[in-house]
């Protein structure tokens, strides 16, 4: 495969954007990975318009129904019913817009705060940056999902704290990698001819020096995206995240964990989605890696 | 050495303090009055209250209180569970060796399959074993292990009723258990049938646990293979002539290892995550289960020092992993 130079050829925004896609497309898996990921998108946007039936609408006449292709299975129903004949299809399609939802917002809080704490922590050193790398050394200490769970069951079970505990406990490792990006460009000619010039902090740490620290963050981001997603699923099994009636995977999952073995697809399903939404994602990040940092081995 | 032993003993300790700053503050910053929580249901007169209060020492200094907690602690009081009233250290003792077996034979597993898929993926770069070898890691490593437990619950206790669904051994058998560890102890306690009882039960969730650090281990393993693999002294070893099993063996899963054994010290937090929910799945008697059976409890007292007590293991394993990352990498120890 070519080698990319270390710093990307002077250009044009778009020449860059023409030499990463050129690079992202090469990786199929990760190429599958992001057509999933669209299609995932899509669905999500328009799940009030492709799923059959109301998410929480309950038919007592089809409890536990099967998929249609097995024996008392009907396509009213085409993934069957949960115990309390509630529709699977409809309820997975609505679980798209949840862990979306948690991705993108578990991924935006802890990015912004890890960019800004980073910078500062980078930007500033001495006392600052020693307080704030501890402060992150000691939330690392913890096993991530252990930590989250003790931060929900202070704030209280529901998904909007679980996103919270999430972001708070995978926020560290975007300030790090900041950090240790800002000590690796601060004192280049580049920033140096800014200074010269006058650029007075703010516009050093945020418009001269992060731009340049951005690749690294945006496959951590993939990798956080689909950490949270498995978080809040794991939450939600545990009882600790999305409550009940909530269409959320890792809640269907936990609600459907004494019927493992009288009905597999109320467990299979929801875990299934998971996967697949993970795996996809994290195809995208591999390709991503490969395609916006050469100085990682591809392979 | 010495010196380099001490620096990363120094650098423990800020953040063994801020762990038990964390701990300190976990069960300040819960909505309502602590001895009202402790009280639990009941609720209490005034003059309990009030004695409660100051037995508890809550009518200090938040300061003052932070220092006789850690007083208590380095003295090992780490307070007593609200429900079964015993030390939370002794009920973590007690409990811990069922998480440290199931950890145990994940991790061996781990590495058992782990480093030679990655060592043949990298050597057969591009062929349909790295293929699909990567592509499996890349499932495992996407793994909602909750779920994955599930299904092979289905699988092998439902269809096909190899393995039991829950537990540590089958209620048959009974036995002291001197070292805490079910397969020793079953060995020990000489009764027929304990030790397959016992095997069968802690497979399972050794597979589920291992799942997500094979998955990583794998892939490490491979990409650390093809980096050493392009390196001059490799390339000097097969052109002096070496058998290519000496150059693989010796030249260069070797170096090739020590990025792996960092990535192996880097699981510990990974399968202390993973044993929450392992164990709450297959009701599996650990530490995890305590844990997540005490958030809901409220038995706060076990959570913060459960915290604590979890994430001094973290930190120390991970310490240990350093100073052997700088015993077998010299480069480091010299920094």
Not at chain 2, 188 to 195: D, N, T
Request: with cysteine; glycine share 10%.
């Amino acid at each position: 495969m070519a080698v990319m130079t270390q710093a990307p050829a002077p250009g044009t925004r778009r020449q860059m954007l023409a030499e990463f896609w050129f690079y992202f497309r090469a990786n199929r898996g990760a190429l599958y990975g992001l057509y999933f990921f669209i299609a995932l998108v899509l669905v999500a946007l328009l799940a009030p318009l492709l799923a059959p039936h109301d998410p929480i609408l309950q038919d007592r006449t089809a409890l536990l129904t099967p998929p249609f292709w097995q024996e008392g299975g009907t396509t009213a129903y085409l993934l069957g019913t949960d115990a309390v004949g509630r529709d699977i299809l409809s309820r997975l399609i609505f679980g798209a817009r949840y862990s979306l939802f948690i991705g993108v917002v578990v991924v935006s809080i802890s990015l912004i705060g890890g960019i800004v704490l980073g910078l500062v922590a980078g930007f500033f050193g001495g006392w600052i940056d020693m307080v704030i790398m501890r402060v992150m050394d000691v939330i690392l200490a913890f096993p991530s999902l252990l930590l989250a769970l003790v931060l929900v069951a202070v704030l209280g079970p529901g998904l909007t704290n679980a996103m919270i505990a999430i972001a708070i406990v995978s926020q560290p490792h975007f300030a790090r990698l900041t950090r240790a990006s800002v000590l690796g460009e601060k004192n280049r000619e580049y920033v140096m001819a800014a200074r010269v010039a006058g650029a007075g902090r703010m516009r050093l740490m945020f418009r001269t020096i992060l731009p340049n620290c951005l690749a690294p963050l945006i496959v951590q981001a993939t990798l956080s995206f689909s950490g949270a997603i498995l978080d809040a699923a794991a939450l939600g099994f545990l009882g600790m995240g999305a409550q009940p009636p909530t269409p959320e995977w890792g809640t269907m999952l936990a609600e459907a964990r004494e019927f493992i073995l009288r009905a597999w697809w109320v467990v299979t399903l929801p875990g299934l989605a998971i996967l697949v939404t993970v795996l996809a994602i994290n195809l995208m990040g591999d390709g991503l890696r490969d395609a916006l940092d050469p100085k990682l081995k591809r392979s | 050495m010495i010196k380099f032993i001490l620096g990363r003993l120094a650098y423990l300790i800020p953040t063994f303090i801020g762990i038990t700053i964390v701990a300190f503050g976990f069960v300040r910053i819960l909505p309502g009055d602590p001895v009202l929580l402790m009280a639990g249901e009941r609720g209490m007169t005034p003059e309990h209250y009030q004695d409660m209060m100051q037995r508890l020492g809550f009518d200090r200094p938040i300061w003052a209180q932070y220092l006789e907690y850690l007083w208590k602690l380095l003295h090992g009081d780490f307070g007593n569970s609200i429900v079964t009233k015993q030390p939370v250290l002794s009920d973590f003792l007690a409990l811990f060796p069922a998480t440290l077996e199931l950890a145990i034979c994940a991790i061996v597993i781990a590495m058992l399959v782990g480093v030679p898929v990655g060592v043949l993926a990298a050597l057969k770069r591009g062929s349909w074993f790295d293929q699909v070898t990567m592509t499996v890691a890349l499932i495992g490593y996407s793994m909602p292990i909750f779920w994955w437990g599930l299904l092979l619950i289905i699988l092998f206790s439902g269809v096909l009723g190899w393995t039991p669904v829950s537990g540590r051994i089958s209620l048959l058998y009974y036995f002291p258990a001197p070292t805490g560890f079910m397969l020793i102890d079953s060995l020990l306690s000489g009764q027929k049938g304990a030790f397959s009882s016992a095997a069968s039960h802690l497979v399972l969730p050794s597979i589920v646990l291992a799942t997500i650090p094979l998955a990583v281990i794998a892939r490490q393993t491979r990409s650390a293979m093809l980096e050493v693999l392009g390196e001059d002294y490799v390339r000097t070893a097969r052109a002096k002539g070496l058998s290519p099993g000496r150059v693989v063996g010796v030249h260069a899963l070797r170096n090739a290892m020590i990025p792996v054994i960092t990535t192996i010290g880097l699981q510990v937090g990974v399968l202390m995550a993973g044993a929450i929910l392992t164990e709450s799945i297959f009701s599996w008697p650990g530490i995890g289960k305590w844990m997540v059976d005490s958030i809901s409890r409220r038995d706060y007292p076990v959570v913060q020092s459960g915290l604590l007590l979890i994430a001094g293991i973290v930190m120390i394993v991970n310490l240990v992993v350093d100073l052997l990352y700088g015993l077998i990498n010299p480069r480091i120890r010299h920094r």
